[in-house]
């Protein structure tokens, strides 16, 4: 891969030759010392540079790589952990990894299955020889060199003499490859972890799954601590060597070293795959993300065929209409994802963080950790247009139409995101978020008519502002380095053309006040947004962008705004907490739509979140909190625009997870994937389903199913009625479980779902033709 326009000529002196991978972290370099030996350099994104303890951790990284140096792992050149820019140079192996090897060719057997395991087993060796455990040993971090395997990565390693640093509230690494201990005390896994890690690695190279392979990573995680791993497709003179690897207690498994012994008595040929019986299917790849020090990506599914990469392109210029894009079918099957536990609901501030999203995918880089964010979208996404939360009335298929999946390129390849769609007239959606201000998607087929891209880093939660008859209305976040210094800017395109109409600047604070990154929203014909210096509403014409009013904020008060069916309402927030970043005491003004004009405060005993509109009344869930920390919604809030007064409802226990609200219910789907649905009048539980989607959002409802989807393109329909699974899907993309508190990635246009999961993926199947699980 060549290098592009903004990457450096050179690092700590080394010439760079390529670009060989980036990610959330960082980008990795092909570079050549002076004597012409190859290097792959890390270089870590300036936005992490001032954090504390990433540096501590990458310095770990850095110390950890340089005590193992050796034939079976990347050996660190040089290192600068505390250039402003930190990197690090290791010597470059060539070669896929082990994740690419088995998805492209599937199980390993014979031969080359007994090199592999003696290998891994040498490293191991060596690791822990020198005091290290390395915690994070998967298939992405072996790679498959000429000269043998070659352990990567020890960003999450600790020397087993020291205190590891370890992040509030995480359990840190990858649940089908962690320990029992790991997954339960994680700073006091020792060597013997890594050889638990080491025998589901075999069990996957051997069979192509874990040992442990469930339909969630939760549930994964539940296995690993809980029940007998699943050896039957292992050839069995290996399964008698791995077996003892992947007992619960630590103290019953071989050290590295007697592993070793054990491997190298097995016979030269250990057969392949369901050698004594047992028939295994294709692999299925569970690596969460592709590592920056792997010089070879690792998709774990084919994708379609990538678009010409060039320099980002400007926000302004729209792809020509006249061009849609072509979409590969069919669309492969989809795998499931990995991802790491959460130990505990995590505290949360109130504040908008412009790098939470750049800085999760880091975490997970590092650590292979979930990283539970907040933040998103108000209620449902509303339609085109109007002001309702449900599918378009015909629930028939556009003619021709077929499922699809497109990635849509944003400003920032480095750094993708989630989007979110709205429906818009003729069969198409448009969708918006993080390095995409919007694009036309046809429903038919998913072709892109034109998309118009944003140059900063996206904003986690910030998606799209919405859609009129002819105007689609965005946001374009700033790029950190304008010489301008620009705010980040409320943009409207013609939602024929992609031209740009009109922009505006804004200063909004709105997830402070509100908990949901709400900056602007569209009610009728016009657009009510926050002005740039976060002093008052404008509202514009959404296709003109014409003023049509100004209205100030109260004195020492904070706004945003927030629709009422086709009522606004302004939820405010005193300076003063909001610079204590706890938001205790809200207040709700209506506002005139027509004229701006502000009515009486309806004051409310918070802190809540919005997340619907029910009979005429906002419905917010109430925040349980300690200190600043934020433990879960205990209660119902619902706000009566016309007769002024808030009331209140108590719920029977504290729900973690993320709000929604559709057909007059709210929705709190738990992070392991139960959702549970309550009466917002009395706050009383209607019913409660465990699902297999993990960290949903949602829902959205749509011929007569509720539909909930994860990050990771997991979809579930219930029955309204009593929550009953009437089908579920797997997997579509690769990612995390996704923002914690986040606003729905499904779009029901006509009887089609149209659902947006990581890495600007969005994909579609027919309601009465789901895909097929497993």
Aim: aromatic residues 6%; proline residues 9%; contains cysteine.
């Amino acid at each position: 891969m060549s290098l592009r326009a903004g990457d450096p000529a050179e690092i700590g002196g080394y010439p760079l030759e390529a670009r060989l991978g980036s990610g959330g972290m960082g980008t990795v370099f092909l570079a050549r010392t002076e004597s012409g030996r190859p290097v792959a350099i890390k270089l870590i994104h300036q936005q992490f540079a001032g954090d504390s303890e990433f540096r501590t951790r990458f310095r770990q990284e850095i110390e950890a790589a340089r005590r193992v140096s050796g034939a079976f792992t990347a050996a660190v050149v040089d290192a600068e952990p505390e250039a402003e820019q930190p990197w690090m140079a290791t010597t470059y192996i060539e070669g896929p990894t082990l994740a690419q090897r088995i998805a492209d060719e599937g199980p390993l057997g014979g031969s080359g299955l007994r090199s592999l395991a003696i290998g891994l087993a040498e490293a191991l060796r060596d690791i822990h020889r020198v005091g290290v455990v390395h915690r994070d040993l998967k298939p992405s971090n072996v790679v498959l060199s000429p000269e043998g395997p070659r352990v990567i990565d020890f960003g999450i390693s600790r020397a087993a003499d020291q205190q590891t640093l370890t992040m509030t509230g995480r359990v840190i690494g990858t649940p089908p490859f962690m320990s029992p201990e790991q997954l339960q005390a994680p700073r006091g896994v020792g060597p013997r972890s890594d050889v638990f890690s080491l025998g589901t690695l075999l069990v996957y190279a051997a069979t192509g799954r874990g040992p442990f392979d469930a339909d969630s990573p939760y549930l994964t995680a539940y296995q690993v601590l809980h029940d007998e791993p699943s050896l039957d497709a292992v050839p069995a003179v290996l399964r008698a060597v791995v077996e003892p690897c992947l007992v619960k207690e630590p103290e019953g498994r071989p050290s590295a070293a007697e592993l070793l012994e054990l491997l190298r008595d097995l016979p030269a040929d250990l057969g392949g795959p369901g050698t004594d019986g047992c028939a295994t299917g294709r692999t299925r790849d569970v690596v969460t993300q592709h590592h920056l020090a792997t010089p070879t990506p690792t998709p774990p599914t084919p994708e379609p065929a990538p678009e010409p990469e060039s320099a980002p392109e400007p926000a302004s210029a729209p792809e020509p209409a006249s061009a849609p894009e072509p979409v590969s079918a069919p669309e492969p099957q989809p795998e499931p994802e990995s991802a790491s536990v959460s130990s505990a609901p995590r505290g949360r501030l109130r504040g908008r963080r412009r790098t939470v999203l750049a800085a999760a995918v880091a975490v997970a880089l590092i650590g292979g950790g979930v990283a539970l964010l907040r933040a998103g979208g108000f209620g449902e996404d509303r339609p085109a247009g109007g002001s309702g939360t449900v599918a378009a009335p015909s629930a028939a298929l556009p003619d021709g139409f077929r499922p699809w999946r497109v990635t849509v390129p944003g400003g920032r390849e480095d750094i993708p995101d989630e989007l979110r769609c709205v429906t818009g007239a003729g069969d198409v959606v448009f969708c918006g978020g993080g390095g995409v201000v919007a694009t036309r998607i046809s429903v038919r087929d998913g072709s892109r008519a034109w998309t118009v891209k944003s140059p900063g880093i996206p904003v986690q939660g910030m998606h799209m502002v919405g859609a009129t008859g002819d105007t689609v209305l965005g946001f374009r976040i700033a790029a950190q380095d304008d010489p301008r210094g620009r705010n980040d800017e409320v943009v409207a395109v013609d939602a024929e053309s992609g031209e740009e109409l009109w922009s505006a600047p804004s200063g909004a604070q709105s997830t402070a006040v509100t908990g949901r990154t709400r900056d602007a929203i569209v009610l009728g014909s016009a657009v009510i947004m926050v002005d740039a210096a976060d002093s008052a509403f404008e509202a514009r014409d959404a296709h003109s962008g014409k003023l049509l009013w100004t209205a100030p904020f109260p004195a020492d008060f904070r706004c945003a705004p927030v629709p009422v069916d086709d009522a606004l309402l302004a939820m405010c927030a005193a300076d003063a907490e909001m610079n204590a970043a706890s938001v205790r005491h809200p207040s709700l003004y209506p506002v005139d739509r027509a004229s701006g004009r502000w009515g009486a405060a309806i004051a409310v005993d918070g802190p809540a979140v919005p997340v619907g509109v029910a009979d005429g009344r906002l419905v917010l869930l109430r925040e349980d909190t300690d200190e600043t920390a934020f433990t879960g919604y205990n209660g119902v809030v619902r706000v009566d625009p016309a007769a002024g007064r808030a009331t209140y409802a108590r719920l029977a226990a504290t729900y973690t997870g993320n709000p929604g609200m559709a057909d007059g219910t709210v929705f709190v789907s738990g992070r392991t994937g139960r959702v549970t649905a309550f009466d917002p009048p009395t706050g009383r539980k209607k019913w409660s389903r465990q699902t297999s989607v993990e960290g949903a959002s949602g829902p959205v409802a749509g011929n007569g199913a509720l539909f909930f989807s994860s990050a990771t393109g997991r979809v579930v329909a219930l029955a309204p009625s009593d929550g009953a699974t009437l089908w579920a899907t797997d997997p579509r993309a690769d990612g995390f479980s996704g923002e914690e508190g986040a606003g729905p990635r499904v779009t029901v246009a006509g009887g089609a779902v149209v659902v947006a999961a990581a890495g600007n993926t969005v994909f579609a199947f027919d309601t009465n033709r789901p895909p097929k699980s497993g």
